[in-house]
């Protein structure tokens, strides 16, 4: 037997629902609870994700990352749930809450130019359209680069690098009153 063998072997026998609950479900859970912006639909999307995990788990191919399919799947049950209930208004409260943890303001009157800012901010995320909304989402939110959201979203890693840059063209034409004369600065890439 060789080493490759074995490990795909061992990979297998470690790579069951109980092990993909216990290491992905709070990232899961969050991933969902981002673009649908309500707990209870999270809860649902994240029990979804492992239900469906469960019953496909003889098509998962070992080589992939088990995080990235899974993304893939939550973010097709998300989607679906999207559409049921014909509601685009995501992120706000969860996306607010994260924005503030890192970058808490000093006094009242910061925190309330910091929510306003950010209200807006994620309205504008809100208005774009879903194919340039998820990247945003994937990158700013959950950190993930270009690779992993290349691999989640099924698309090549050069549309999510011309969405992500599209997306933040629109952002900052529509925040460009708050900082006249700047250009949109270009990500670096990963």
Do not use: C
């Amino acid at each position: 037997m060789n080493k490759s063998t074995l490990h795909q072997e061992t990979t297998e026998q470690e790579l069951n629902i109980e092990f993909l609950v216990r290491e992905y479900y709070p990232y899961i859970h969050r991933l969902a609870l981002s673009i649908l912006d309500d707990i209870h639909d999270a809860d649902d999307v994240a029990q979804d994700t492992f239900i469906a995990a469960h019953h496909s788990m003889s098509g998962f191919r070992y080589e992939s990352n088990p995080k990235t399919w899974l993304s893939s799947i939550a973010i097709n049950a998300s989607r679906g749930r999207l559409r049921k209930r014909k509601v685009r208004q995501i992120l706000s409260n969860t996306l607010q809450a994260i924005h503030l943890l890192k970058n808490f303001p000093s006094s009242p009157e910061l925190v309330t130019i910091q929510n306003e800012s950010d209200t807006y901010l994620w309205t504008l995320v809100d208005g774009l359209d879903e194919k340039h909304r998820l990247p945003i989402i994937l990158r700013y939110v959950h950190d993930l680069n270009a690779s992993q959201i290349a691999n989640i979203l099924h698309i090549s890693q050069g549309t999510v690098h011309s969405r992500l840059h599209y997306a933040r063209r629109k952002l900052y034409a529509q925040l460009g009153h708050l900082n006249p004369g700047k250009e949109v600065p270009d990500e670096i890439s990963d």
